[in-house]
């Protein structure tokens, strides 16, 4: 058997893990996750570039119109939102699924008034005659909005399908336990909140940017 000294004097022993074999470690759906971020990540930043790009060019004066009120209360659901989610870990760590169902049903809930706002704050930007097809920096406001939008509709999928299962499964005793114990739904958790955040973070981001170019 070999002392702790010759395992210690091995090649590489106490050296830092690179990050290559770090990346290695991490599982591959999280790994999708991750660079599913990035690139969405991206997408809007050129988009916003673009936007206000076309806004200064433009040479329009900023405040020519109201900024529709819709957004900015969408906002403030959306942040709720965030928070309850937030709550989603410890009410797993605590094996307290009912309140875990509560918790992401509440958020789908407010994801979906997120939408509804959205589509009302549309109208707002019609009523004051912001079109689609007329002013390019409009048409970029009505374009990174609906992405945005999409974005988060495909996350309330992903939400809904382990809400219904959560839902399920906090009627029994046995699949509750399994289902705290399984890896694999942590992960789903894990990655289903580092993915709302991410959506949140984003719109705060576009929000700013409309508010001072508007």
């Not at 959205?118 to 409009?138: K, T």
Request: aromatic residues 14%.
């Amino acid at each position: 058997m070999n002392s702790d000294k010759e395992r210690k004097d091995k090649v590489g022993a106490g050296r830092p893990t690179s990050t290559f074999t770090r990346m290695e470690r991490v599982p591959p759906l999280l790994m999708l996750l991750y660079l599913g971020m990035a690139g969405i990540g991206v997408l809007f930043l050129i988009l916003l570039g673009a936007y206000i790009h076309t806004r200064v060019q433009s040479g329009l004066p900023t405040g020519l119109y109201s900024f529709p009120r819709f957004f900015s209360l969408s906002t403030i659901v959306l942040l709720s939102s965030s928070y309850t989610l937030g709550q989603a870990a410890r009410l797993y760590r605590e094996d307290d699924i009912r309140n875990l169902a509560r918790c992401l049903g509440a958020t789908f809930i407010l994801g979906l008034i997120f939408a509804g706002l959205q589509v009302m704050g549309w109208r707002e930007l019609m009523n004051q005659g912001v079109y689609f097809r007329g002013d390019a920096s409009g048409t970029y406001v009505y374009l990174i909005s609906a992405l945005h939008v999409a974005h988060l509709l495909a996350g309330m999928l992903f939400m809904s399908g382990l809400f219904l299962r959560v839902l399920h499964i906090s009627r029994d005793g046995v699949r509750t336990l399994l289902f705290i114990r399984n890896p694999y739904r942590r992960m789903q958790l894990r990655m289903l909140s580092m993915y709302w955040h991410f959506m949140g973070v984003l719109w705060v981001l576009m929000f700013t940017v409309f508010l001072f170019f508007y």
